[in-house]
């Protein structure tokens, strides 16, 4: 199979089910809990908030947040395959559940039913196969709607803002705190970050980002998205930003 036509597979359930039948291993799409573990917890300060994985894969990103103290954290996936596996995997952890389920239709979630939604990758697999556009928007309004008002869809991408904020615009109402990492973390990396985590890089729509980072930063972008309330700012039409000091 060429890189195009498995791309362009990336929203297919058969694709997923293949991989997860072939690799059983588990794998975290850029980077794993504990190198994100400070702005998870910044951004989900109580334990007891219902959590939302959406595109969980075989990833321990869960498992971590479990073992950080999370009690309720909810993960979908598209293939039946990794689903199946996950619940055999973990029969004793209550505090997980694994559901098959498309982000692109979460209609078995009622509206405004978790505190926040963490999304590794999903995303960006969307948009690498066929009506990208349309399938990423109808997957941001299924997240918008399942969060409750003022709930945090954090992001976490390889897109940087110049293409990111726009398809975010396009979908709901959103305030946007941007984050950075380094895409290298390692338990012996030394060097200086780039950025600390849990400080927002100041958002211009993605102008100021190469005088704050540096030209050759090697960075994977994390959006902290809060819904907006529809109730307090349907007068609202466009996405509102966040703008920091450093």
């Not at 559901?99 to 982000?103: F, N, Y």
């Not at 973390?185 to 990396?189: N, P």
């Given at each position: 199979m060429s890189m195009g036509t498995s791309t362009q597979a990336y929203g297919e359930p058969w694709y997923w089910d293949n991989r997860y039948a072939n690799e059983s291993g588990p794998f975290d799409w850029y980077q794993k809990y504990p190198s994100l573990a400070p702005l998870i917890r910044h951004c989900i300060p109580l334990h007891h908030h219902r959590v939302l994985v959406v595109g969980c894969g075989n990833s321990t990103f869960s498992v971590g947040m479990v073992d950080d103290g999370y009690e309720?954290?909810?993960?979908?996936?598209i293939s039946s395959v990794v689903i199946e596996?996950?619940?055999k995997k973990y029969p004793n952890r209550p505090q997980l559940k694994y559901?098959?389920?498309?982000?692109r239709d979460m209609s078995s979630f009622q509206t405004g039913s978790f505190h926040a939604?963490?999304?590794?990758?999903?995303?960006d697999s969307i948009l690498c196969g066929n009506n990208s556009r349309q399938n990423a928007k109808q997957m941001l309004d299924e997240v918008w709607r399942v969060?409750?008002?003022k709930g945090v869809y954090i992001l976490i991408t390889y897109g940087s803002p110049t293409y990111r904020l726009s398809l975010l615009r396009?979908?709901?109402l959103w305030r946007v705190k941007l984050h950075v990492i380094d895409k290298l973390?390692?338990?012996?990396?030394t060097e200086q970050p780039t950025w600390e985590l849990t400080n927002p890089v100041p958002l211009e729509d993605g102008s100021s980002l190469e005088e704050v980072l540096g030209k050759h930063r090697d960075v994977h972008y994390i959006y902290v998205c809060t819904k907006v309330?529809?109730?307090?700012?349907t007068s609202l039409k466009r996405i509102s930003f966040c703008h920091h000091k450093v």
């Open positions: 309720d954290v909810v993960n979908i996936d596996a996950m619940q559901i098959r389920m498309d982000a939604v963490v999304d590794k990758g999903t995303l969060l409750k008002d396009e979908s709901c973390i390692a338990e012996e990396h309330g529809s109730n307090s700012f």
